[in-house]
T-cell receptor, first 112, second 112 residues
Framework: QQQVKQSPQSLIVQKGGISIINCAYE??????FPWYQQFPGKGPALLIA?????SEKKEGRFTISFNKSAKQFSLHIMDSQPGDSATYFC???????????FGQGTRLTINP | DGGITQSPKYLFRKEGQNVTLSCEQN?????MYWYRQDPGQGLRLIYY???????QKGDIAEGYSVSREKKESFPLTVTSAQKNPTAFYLC???????????FGPGTRLLVL
């Protein structure tokens, strides 16, 4: 119930294409869903986050789509660039719980 | 500059040795966390602390110990009881009122 399942494990996209990473959860008490971006040898950094009262949130080329009934959320990277090559983690938490549950990560490679 | 610092960047442990990883933050955050990252397994929570002089076990606390004597500092000791310590260790902090966690640059622990 506390798990967040992320797919795919790795993804290769051509420059200019759309990268899509999916996450699914079981615990309906989760109410905060952030995405983190991690470059090799560095710590993860918050990319974008959403709460379940909205179905979509967009920041630049990055969009989170949220489907509450399906208990799924996804990250879309439009016009993917080689600089987007990194590992992406979805996560979820319950308000006030102070703990994040992370997905397994997706290694994204953007080919030039 | 506000942020989280971790030291050392690389740490080598000999058999039977305890080693301590440092984590310091100047963000005035109440909560601090330690994660372990292994390839393909995402981030796993070792310990977390919501306030000075208090901390809780995460999902993989065995073989690790922590202390929280100051708000700014949350050192992690990898004890000799941890039989497979080779990993990338990440420290994070968050404001008690928000879920966003900010990560340090990490420490890579290797066994000699």
């Amino acid at each position: 119930q506390q798990q967040v399942k992320q797919s795919p494990q790795s993804l290769i996209v051509q420059k200019g294409g759309i990268s899509i990473i999916n996450c699914a959860y079981e615990n309906t008490a989760f109410d905060y869903f952030p995405w983190y971006q991690q470059f090799p040898g560095k710590g993860p950094a918050l990319l974008i986050a959403i709460r379940p009262d909205v179905s979509e949130k967009k920041e630049g080329r990055f969009t989170i789509s949220f489907n509450k009934s399906a208990k799924q959320f996804s990250l879309h990277i439009m016009d993917s660039q080689p600089g987007d090559s990194a590992t992406y983690f979805c996560a979820a938490s319950i308000q006030g719980a102070q703990k994040l549950v992370f997905g397994q990560g997706t290694r994204l490679t953007i080919n030039p | 500059d506000g942020g989280i610092t971790q030291s050392p960047k690389y740490l080598f442990r000999k058999e039977g040795q305890n080693v301590t990883l440092s984590c310091e933050q100047n963000l005035n955050h109440d909560a601090m966390y330690w994660y372990r990252q292994d390839p393909g397994q995402g981030l796993r929570l070792i310990y977390y602390s919501q306030i000075v002089n208090d901390f809780q076990k995460g999902d993989i606390a065995e073989g690790y110990s922590v202390s929280r004597e100051k708000k700014e500092s949350f050192p992690l000791t990898v004890t000799s009881a941890q039989k497979n310590p080779t990993a990338f260790y990440l420290c994070a902090s968050s404001n008690r009122l928000r879920e966003t966690q900010y990560f340090g640059p990490g420490t890579r622990l290797l066994v000699l």
